[in-house]
């Protein structure tokens, strides 16, 4: 029922994209002003179909969006409240903890994981962001709910026994699972559903990270990749609405206390930089690790993938136990303490460097868990060791490590994740402070620039390529150039007449012209198109001594001839919007913004698709 | 559809509450038994075990006001004054009224030298809110805040203080005693004087506010009066140097002063040919010292005014001629103020001199 009623309001709702475009199209302004045809087709239905106007599968998209904002918001309290349990059961309840805890939890609990992985949650392996993007691109937004449970139980057991994993991606994955089924029962249709992944991925970001603004950014730019209308709206809606929910049981503090942010003197900015050249190398050299190892792990026999979560968790239950436990779980508490000077510089670096290791170890082992968390550790304590090295080399300056501590997690984010607006807005967003957005996109973008030119592929698409799948990817098409008109028009190479001149008077020039096509500027305004062997039918069918305009606006001329009007396209609009337009009409006139009658260029089919070939070939 | 998924949300929200009670409710039970562990260990000056402790609270309250202060109490007896200020300034972000909060940054001010900081947070701690004896607290503070200004010789701020201070003292003699002695480390000796009465009104033999009120007396001039305190003081407390030496050369102010009533004219003419005597061996001690130096044209010129006056300073010619005690002290206080800007400060018969020129001179 719901689905022929989906069927039917999209055949309408077709239709309308059909009279829209055509409408434009004859105003010469593409898809731009749709509204207003909507409007007056909309006003001549029944009360029954205004009713399901009203609930059209749009409206009821936003509707959902919030129910799934609210079931991830619950799924991810949850989800916190198992890494909590996991954390004080397997390890204890101090900040000091146990020599044989520290070997043996994350090693047993690295055992489970695998079993469960290898033999019930298949899909739950890695960090989830690369299987939402699966499921919006490949599966038409299908998630086994399987998935879900598996990234709970599997995720909340390595977080909690120790595994260098964060929650944030397990809490994404969630979302877009429960999201969904959710959209599995409602039937939602097949484009529908391919955007729900999106919004429920969104929502368990934003409850995960307890900051919404920079859970649709991320989703925006590195999962859906464009921004569209019709997306946003419902992955606002759904971040908000989790957000609340998170609140409304865990509170509303933030991560980590937010320290005094200071930017005394501009001249800090070079130590800035300094700290997005760091950050830079140290997400390349985490990307590189990754690359290397990952694969390298995964062709090991299968009998080893049993071994390799617990042999990951020994060697960082090693590692904290020689002296560094930081490392251990999301590390939030471990970030919180450098932002408040604990640790000296010296220390913060090692930490750093550490981190990136047990990382690489979790993640290569297949372990179910996240890079965000790890991601931010790094950059907080590189920041704050930058910040504190610089604090030693010149005392006299008084340097918050707080403040570097925060850049440097947008400097990780935006050098290792590949996501600068996201990185930006995310300090922004945690720190609450304005006055720190100078630093962080200067460092950001050292930090970006860097990475990318030393690690070309983004960990994501490095990460689907090693899994066998061919996903868009968001920088590429973030970079990718855009053709637009003014690329493939030419000059004015053919006749342009007159409106008011006669048929005979414009089948004398053409007869005269090496062109089969005249263009012809229309009175009042607006521009049509007639062939040679078009104005020979008309003048013989004596239409000679008619002006081409008033054949053109009363549709006088015969069933073979067609003046006008015709669409017009400007320099600046996409070349992909010629191409609408190519096939039906022999040249397309390109004309000025600023006067429609003012000619700029012409383009036929042939010049759209030349400039194509050539921009393919590079 | 809706209908069912509103159902949904109200039935995993309930379910959810109840997990949420439990977890929180456990996590407050811990929080709170590492708090009374790290209490425990932060009174019996254990801090390291206290900052574990403290933490390991947070764990489960990162935000919670108590644990972070105390956290900030045990940093700072561990000397990690750093870490202590990042927590006490966030203390402060949430509550700048907090009294303990703003005394414990000025004392971290302090240490980094960083005044300014260090007089606003004192200033925050004195008009702040206390949550137990604010009186006492906000005046300890105080105190701290004067100690604080006399040591960097910011006489004239800590003056004020103590005058602020003195009006809501009260009659508590270890305090006024207290105050005596910062009055005394402002120079400010009048308020020194009276804050050692009323001390002493209270405790008679108090032997530091006598000591003490000997001092001002004997700076203020008021030697019959640094006399008797200074007697008593050192009755009270006899291997006290400082007040011994002050009190030898009080009695010598008051032996060697001419001027003074209730002696006879012999004997205060005595005291003139005694006094010119001393301020000649004075000078002549003064050029042997500087050596090779020349004597200055001051001291030439008094030591020919002391060389023409001597023949004449014997006590039948002072009762012959009256007007000559006073020119003859007038030389002996001259000879005393430029040997002591020349040749340092004097001693003994000559100290007094030089204090009875003082006190001459102010009169």
């Given at each position: 029922m719901r689905s022929s009623y989906f069927a039917q309001d999209d055949k309408l709702s077709k239709k309308e994209d059909s009279l829209n475009l055509q409408n434009n199209s004859l105003a010469g302004v593409?898809?731009?002003?749709?509204?207003s045809v909507a409007v007056k087709t909309a006003n001549g239905r029944s009360p029954k179909a205004m009713l399901q106007s009203v609930f059209r599968e749009d409206r009821f998209f936003l509707v959902l969006s919030v129910f799934i904002g609210v079931f991830s918001g619950l799924a991810v309290v949850c989800f916190r409240f198992a890494i909590g349990w996991c954390r004080l059961y397997l390890?204890?309840?101090?900040?000091?903890?146990s020599r044989s805890r520290l070997l043996l939890a994350p090693t047993l609990a690295g055992l489970v994981i695998a079993a469960l992985v290898i033999?019930?949650?298949?899909?739950?392996?890695?960090?989830g962001v690369n299987q939402t993007k699966a499921a919006l691109?490949?599966?038409?937004g299908h998630i086994p709910v399987r998935t879900a449970i598996g990234k709970f139980i599997t995720a909340a057991l390595a977080i909690g026994s120790?595994?260098?994993?964060?929650p944030e991606d397990p809490s994404l994955q969630i979302g877009a699972t429960l999201a969904s089924v959710l959209g599995r029962q409602m039937r939602l249709s097949r484009d529908r559903m391919r955007l729900i992944a999106p919004v429920g991925a969104a929502a368990g970001l934003a409850a995960a990270f307890n900051a919404p603004i920079s859970a649709v950014l991320f989703v925006i730019e590195e999962v859906i990749g464009r921004w569209t209308a019709g997306i946003l709206g419902s992955v606002v809606l759904s971040a908000v609405s989790s957000v609340v929910v998170m609140r409304w049981f865990?509170?509303?503090?933030?991560l980590f206390r937010i320290?005094?942010?200071?930017?005394?003197?501009?001249?800090e900015l070079i130590a800035y930089s300094v700290l997005g050249v760091v950050g830079g190398v140290a997400s390349v050299m985490f990307s590189m690790g990754i690359a290397t190892l990952r694969p390298r792990c995964k062709a090991?026999?299968?009998?080893t993938q049993y071994f390799q979560p617990a042999l990951a968790g020994l060697l960082i239950g090693i590692i904290a136990m020689l002296?560094?436990?930081?490392?251990?779980?999301?590390g939030y508490e471990a970030m919180d303490e450098a932002m408040h000077g604990r640790f000296t510089w010296q220390f913060l670096a090692l930490l750093a460097g550490l981190k990136i290791v047990a990382t690489l170890l979790s993640f290569v082992s297949g372990t179910?868990?996240?890079?965000f968390a790890p991601t931010l550790f790094v950059g907080a304590m590189l920041g704050a060791a930058v910040g504190g090295a610089e604090h030693a080399l010149l005392p006299h300056l008084n340097v918050s490590p707080g403040t570097y501590a925060l850049v440097g997690m947008g400097v990780l984010f935006a050098?290792?994740?590949?996501a600068p607006m996201t990185s930006v807005f995310m300090v922004l967003e945690v720190s609450g402070?304005?006055?720190i957005i100078v630093p962080v996109i200067v460092a950001n973008t050292f930090a970006y620039v860097i990475s990318r030119g030393l690690q070309p592929i983004a960990i994501f698409d490095l990460l689907t390529r090693q899994d066998g799948l061919e996903l868009p990817s968001m920088e590429e098409q973030r970079e990718e150039g855009v053709l637009h008109v003014e690329d493939a028009m030419r000059p004015v190479n053919v006749p342009v007449l007159d409106g008011q001149e006669t048929v005979d008077a414009a089948l004398a020039e053409a007869e005269t012209s090496a062109a089969d096509n005249l263009l012809v500027r229309l009175n009042p305004d607006g521009w049509g198109c007639v062939t040679r062997l078009e104005l020979r039918a008309l003048a013989a069918e004596e239409?000679?001594?008619?002006?081409l305009s008033s054949l053109a606006s009363s549709?006088?001329?015969?069933?073979?001839?067609s003046i006008g009007p015709i669409p017009v396209l400007h320099?600046?609009?996409?070349?992909?919007?010629a191409l609408r337009y190519v096939d039906r009409w022999p040249v397309v006139p390109v004309v000025s913004r600023a006067d429609?009658?003012?000619?700029e260029g012409v383009i036929t089919e042939r010049d759209v698709l030349e400039r194509y070939r050539e921009f393919g070939e590079g | 559809m809706l209908g069912l998924l509103a159902v949904l949300v109200v039935i995993f929200f309930t379910a959810v509450t109840g997990l949420s009670r439990a977890y929180q409710a456990q996590r407050q039970s811990l929080g709170s038994r590492w708090f009374s562990r790290g209490v425990v260990d932060l009174q019996a000056r254990r801090f390291d075990s206290a900052i574990t402790e403290f933490r390991s609270a947070l764990l489960y309250s990162r935000d919670n006001y108590a644990y972070q202060l105390n956290l900030a109490e045990a940093l700072i007896g561990l000397k990690r004054t750093g870490e202590a200020s990042s927590y006490l300034v966030n203390l402060w972000d949430r509550q700048p009224e907090d009294g303990l909060v703003n005394l414990e940054l000025a004392r971290i001010a302090v240490q980094k030298g960083q005044t300014e900081q260090a007089l606003r947070y004192y200033h925050n701690a004195i008009y702040a809110a206390w949550s137990t004896d604010q009186e006492d607290r906000r005046r300890d503070a105080r105190l701290e805040l004067i100690d604080f200004l006399l040591s960097t010789n910011t006489r004239a701020q800590a003056q004020a203080e103590l005058i602020a201070l003195e009006e809501n003292l009260g009659d508590d003699p270890t305090q006024q005693e207290r105050v005596g002695d910062l009055f005394l480390r402002t120079q400010d000796y009048e308020h020194a004087l009276g804050a050692y009465r009323l001390s002493l009104k209270a405790e008679r033999d108090n032997g530091a506010a006598l000591a003490g009120a000997g001092l001002a007396a004997f700076q203020l001039g008021r030697y019959p009066q640094a006399q008797r305190y200074l007697q008593t003081a050192i009755a009270e407390n006899a291997g006290n140097a400082l007040i011994a030496e002050r009190l030898k050369t009080t009695e010598l102010v008051l032996a060697m002063d001419?001027?003074?009533?209730?002696?006879?004219v012999a004997q205060r003419h005595k005291i003139v040919v005694e006094a010119f005597d001393t301020a000649g061996k004075r000078l002549q001690a003064c050029s042997a010292a500087r050596g090779a130096a020349l004597p200055t044209a001051t001291q030439t010129s008094l030591g020919n005014s002391w060389a023409k006056m001597k023949p004449r300073m014997t006590e039948g010619e002072l009762r012959r001629d009256p007007d000559l005690v006073e020119a003859g002290m007038d030389l002996v206080f001259e000879i005393e103020r430029e040997t002591s800007a020349t040749c340092g400060n004097p001693v003994g018969a000559d100290e007094a001199l030089l204090l009875i020129a003082k006190l001459h001179e102010a009169s």
């Open positions: 593409g898809v731009e002003n749709g509204s390890l204890g309840s101090g900040v000091v903890l033999h019930f949650f298949p899909r739950t392996r890695g960090s691109f490949i599966y038409n120790g595994q260098s994993l964060g865990l509170g509303s503090e933030s320290p005094v942010v200071q930017l005394q003197k501009p001249s090991l026999p299968l009998w002296g560094a436990p930081q490392i251990m779980g999301a179910p868990g996240g890079m050098g290792f994740l590949r402070n304005y006055s239409q000679g001594g008619s002006s549709s006088l001329a015969s069933d073979s001839t320099p600046d609009h996409p070349l992909e919007m429609f009658r003012q000619l | 001419p001027f003074r009533r209730q002696i006879s």
